[in-house]
């Protein structure tokens, strides 16, 4: 897993197996590689968890907060983002 995560620069993992020729060689040549592309893929970008932390405040200027984090209510109704 890891020599795969190091074959990956900075962009998503769609535009990494196209300009990195070890990791579409790898992606080809091993079923199991191409599988967790694949799955990968399709998670990139999505939200991990969501959790709050009390030594986080966030300042909006006039835009609500919604455009800068996404937002959820707690059981008690509080606003976390």
Known sequence: MNEIAKLVPLVTLKEAVKSEPRLKKLAKSNFKVKQLLEVAQCLEGLHRHVL?????????????????SPLYRTTTGEVCT
């Open 52 to 68: 709050m932390r009390a030594t986080l405040v966030v300042i909006s200027d006039n835009k609500p907060l919604m455009h800068y």
